[in-house]
């Protein structure tokens, strides 16, 4: 199988579900009440090895959250990644919603997580599953398999099924890479127009 690289610099391999930034995984972590806030304790956070972040929706209270950060980056390799977040004998069923990152170390500053119910978990490691089938078939086809796992998460995001996205992406990748050379050759057949200056009597 073919080795990965995502657009974070991750290595994986394309389509094993066994593998890092493969389908979605449920991961269960545990969490430390957050009571201090602002940039300075942010930092302090960061220092301890933690990551800030906010637990919400589902018109439920916001919650304050610090996360192993090691735990954390290996599981965002993950897509779709669902986090099961221990706290304080309480366990939130959530998935990431925004991840902020320092736009020079590229190293997570704060995440934001979002409560999801069991539909949304099935419809998420759907859309992982179609999103690793995606690859692994542009890796057969010898083509890029980033590109189809991202055009799987189009089409998702605009109502298609991940299956039926999934088994169409190679095959749309197929025929615009024909387009793309089929332009190419009328280009490089077309002589270029004359243009011939007549000079005034």
């Not at 986090?83 to 309480?90: I, K, P, R």
């Not at 069991?118 to 599953?129: H, L, N, P, T």
């Not at 998702?156 to 039926?164: F, K, P, Q, T």
């Amino acid at each position: 199988m073919a080795t990965v690289i995502d657009a974070a610099g991750h290595r994986r391999v394309a389509g094993d579900p066994t593998a890092a930034g493969g389908p979605m995984s449920t991961v269960k972590i545990t969490g430390q009440p957050r009571d201090t806030f602002g940039k300075g304790a942010a930092r302090t956070t960061r220092r301890a090895g933690l990551i800030p972040a906010v637990i919400y929706g589902r018109g439920s209270a916001v919650v304050h959250v610090s996360l192993p950060e090691r735990e954390l980056v290996l599981a965002l390799r993950k897509s779709r990644v669902v986090f099961e977040v221990e706290l304080a004998g309480e366990t939130y069923v959530v998935a990431p919603r925004d991840v902020q990152r320092d736009p020079v170390r590229r190293i997570i500053e704060h995440l934001d997580l979002i409560l999801i119910d069991r539909a949304e978990v099935e419809s998420r490691a759907a859309e992982a599953q179609a999103m690793s089938d995606a690859e692994a078939a542009a890796v057969e086809a010898g083509l890029d398999p980033i590109a189809a796992a991202l055009l799987v998460e189009d089409a998702v995001a605009h109502g298609e099924s991940a299956a039926d996205a999934a088994s169409h992406a190679v095959s749309d990748m197929e025929h615009s890479a024909e387009a793309r050379a089929d332009a190419a050759e009328h280009a490089a057949e077309t002589p270029e127009a004359a243009v011939t200056a007549t000079p005034e009597a």
